[in-house]
């Protein structure tokens, strides 16, 4: 197990509430330009986002945006076979980090990382300081605390093991700037959301016409908002007869004192299209950001010849199809 203390050389701050003076936004400013100016692979991978390129497509019903993003190779084309994870060793421990990178210690048991590869300009990864697997269901109070904490500016998501996590074998969450993903905005277009649910305190949306299957669920009470999503899981698991983590991406933000919990069911890691050979392939490996309506293809020739129907395919493929969802829904009380 790896343990990380105060003053560890990596420590570039800590944020341990109650009594915590300087607010985790400011903190994380702070170190993004420390980390800019004095490690040169992450200043880089700022400065590369000045030559990303994105354009809309027009979908039925819903749009997204693709970015072109070269740097998100490593990401995009990472190889999650559970030999091959095994065999590498673990970029997210502590001990690994590169000398010059430094991170805000969270509460004792997190490091907010400036990520050097980043799809915005203010990208954070926030990785336990121990060697753990990904697994939502035990860390979803430290998902609420890290929205609450890092709200309203950033928004706090993340990736299953099998859904997206380029290191499923280290648990992790990312931040981006709040609204950065399309489907923040969308998530409460009143056009669009459908109530399901609403009972002590908590509220249940799913989105019409959306392309994905997309859960929203919304409360001013974490302790209850966690409740939910715990009977959520379950009824998940119990569904589909599963022993281990359902396939999800989740997205959440903290505004107004209101938790908004973005949830997609997955079914499949990559789609098809993504393996196959020659010319033939697209490398676009979907995860919460791409679900979310920003699509990123770290090549050029994806990013010119990706057209609507494509778009549309692939969700609908690595998607749980609605039908199961709502049946899953149905049955938390």
């Known amino acids: 197990m790896s343990t990380v203390n ?35 692979k992450m200043a880089e991978g700022v400065a590369s986002l000045e030559s990303v390129r994105t354009r809309e497509i027009i979908c039925n019903g819903f749009s997204v945006h693709l970015q072109f993003n070269p740097k998100r190779i490593a990401s995009t084309g990472a190889d999650v076979d559970p030999a091959v994870i095994r065999r590498r060793p673990c970029f997210l421990c502590p001990e690994s980090l590169p000398e010059e ?36 269901e035990s860390s979803v109070d430290v998902m609420l ?9 950033y928004s706090v998501f993340y990736n299953g093991p099998q859904s997206g996590a380029s290191a499923p074998d280290h648990l992790h969450f990312q931040s981006s700037p709040r609204l950065a993903i399309p489907v923040e905005r969308d998530a409460v277009d009143v056009r669009r959301r459908k109530r399901f649910y609403y009972k002590n305190h908590v509220a249940g949306f799913t989105l019409m016409d959306y392309g994905r299957t997309v859960v929203i669920i919304e409360s001013s009470d974490n302790r209850r908002l966690a409740a939910y999503i715990g009977r959520l899981l379950a009824g998940w698991k119990e569904h589909l007869r599963l022993a281990e983590e359902p396939m999800m991406n989740v997205l959440c933000s903290y505004q107004e004192n209101i938790w908004r919990l973005i949830l997609f069911p997955r079914r499949k890691h990559r789609p098809d299209v993504y393996f196959k050979d020659g010319d033939a392939r697209i490398l676009i490996s979907p995860a919460t950001v791409d679900m979310g309506g920003l699509i990123v293809t ?32 149905e049955n938390i009380e």
């Open 6 to 40: 105060h003053h560890s050389p990596n420590v570039f701050a800590s944020f341990d509430p109650p009594g915590q003076q300087a607010a985790l936004t400011s903190l994380c400013s702070e170190l993004f330009d420390q980390q800019r100016s004095t490690w040169r």
């Open 101 to 136: 990178q430094q991170g805000i210690l969270y509460r004792s048991e997190y490091y907010i990382l400036c990520n050097p590869l980043p799809i915005f300009h203010r990208h954070f990864t926030i990785s336990s300081v121990h060697h753990v697997p990904q697994d939502f």
């Open 145 to 153: 605390d890290l929205a609450r904490d890092l709200g309203p500016e």
């Open 298 to 329: 770290p090549l050029e020739k994806d990013f010119l010849r990706v057209q609507t129907k494509l778009v549309e395919d692939i969700f609908v493929e690595v998607s749980e199809g609605r039908e199961l969802v709502d049946q899953i829904l």
